[in-house]
Every structure is written in structure tokens, then in C-alpha cells.
């Protein structure tokens, strides 16, 4: 979503998570950390985190801004930013990956094994309704999550909330303000990608 944001044409190759193919020795070259997103740069450097990879292509195509045009804005946008994966998406990754069976073993992505833990479905899923409600309180006044411009936090925001669909979580009716939101940010040429 970011890089159709950014307007930008880079070659994408698609990796089977379902058949395990992060933890194949040929992808194991490219990413000790079997984890995706992966970007390659034309130097061959490899980055392995969406942070990273959006801070390279926020610095090297400026237009638009999606993590903020000046610095106060860089740190509110990075701060939000933080504050949506923190307590929406790791929120829905832990009850996700603690709970399905696809993960057996696999509950935290990477290369090490780790159990899944059955308490963390239900306090995962409760830490996902609580950063839904915080989102529909602080988009009271908002048209985006970073006050008017479009940014990399309602990138965030969209996809924590497409994420948790995956463990059956849709934000109430009576969010109204994320309920605004989220046809908004669904209406952008990025979200149907």
C-alpha cells in the first residue's frame, strides 16, 4: 500500500507463508530472519522490516510525504505510527498466531520455534478491541490518523483492521468516526491491492 501510494513500479515476488517457504534454504540467503516484507536494493542490500523499507522509500522518493513534511509531523506521524502497531497489530498477531493451528510451534515469526500460548488468543483479541475503541475516539476530530494528510499511520491503522478480520474482529457499528475512517482510507486505489 505504501509503495502504490508512493506511485512506484517495483517487481514484487510473491512468498507461499502458507507452505512455509520463508524457512527454505534459498530464502534463508536473503533473510537470516525468515520474515517478509524483504526489499532488495540495486547495490544488493537487503532490507527485511516494513519500517526500514518505508524509511528508504520515504528518503528516496519525498513525494508524496507519507511519514510527514517537516519534523514536528515526522514525530507525530512516528509516534502514532508506533502506538497503532504496538497496540493494534502485535495485538491481532498475538491472538492470530497463538491460535492458529498454522503456527504450531511457529507463534512468534522467525527462525526460532516458540509454543503457542492459549491465554495470549483472548488477551490478544481483548488489546485489538481496545485499540479499536482508541481509534474511534482519536479520529473524532480527524479526517486521517495524523490529523488532514494521508500517512503511513492510516497505512498502518487499514491494515491492522483487514488483519483482524483473520481472528473474526470488525470494529462495532457505533465507531462511527473509524467506521468514516476506514471507508475513506477503502476508497483509495492503494487499499485494493
Known amino acids: ?13 510473491e512468498v507461499d507463508l502458507a ?3 520463508q524457512h527454505t534454504e534459498a530464502f534463508v540467503k536473503l533473510n537470516a530472519h525468515r520474515t517478509v516484507p524483504l526489499l532488495e536494493l540495486d547495490d544488493g542490500t537487503m532490507l527485511n522490516t516494513s519500517n526500514g523499507i518505508c524509511h528508504y522509500l520515504e528518503t528516496a522518493y519525498p513525494e ?11 514525530g507525530i506521524i512516528a509516534d502514532l505510527n508506533w502506538r497503532i502497531e504496538n497496540d493494534g497489530f502485535l495485538a491481532v ?12 510451534d511457529h507463534a512468534v515469526a ?14 490478544g483479541r481483548a488489546r485489538a478491541e481496545q485499540f479499536m475503541q482508541w481509534l474511534n475516539d482519536h479520529l473524532a ?7 488532514n494528510d494521508f500517512s503511513i499511520a492510516d497505512i498502518t491503522a487499514f491494515t491492522t483492521l483487514e ?12 465507531y462511527e468516526n473509524l467506521h468514516r475512517w476506514y471507508a475513506a482510507v477503502s476508497a483509495r486505489d492503494s487499499a485494493g491491492l
Open 1 to 13: 500500500m505504501f509503495i502504490a501510494e508512493k506511485n512506484l513500479q517495483i517487481p514484487v515476488v
Open 19 to 21: 507452505n512455509r517457504e
Open 64 to 74: 508524496p510525504a507519507l511519514m510527514g513534511a517537516d519534523a514536528k509531523q515526522r
Open 93 to 104: 498477531g498475538e491472538s492470530f498466531r497463538n491460535r492458529s493451528k498454522g503456527f504450531k
Open 110 to 123: 522467525g527462525p526460532h520455534q516458540h509454543a503457542q500460548i492459549p491465554e495470549l488468543v483472548d488477551r
Open 141 to 147: 476530530h480527524r479526517e486521517y490518523v495524523a490529523g
Open 163 to 174: 488483519f483482524a478480520k483473520w481472528i473474526k474482529l470488525v470494529p462495532p457499528v457505533e
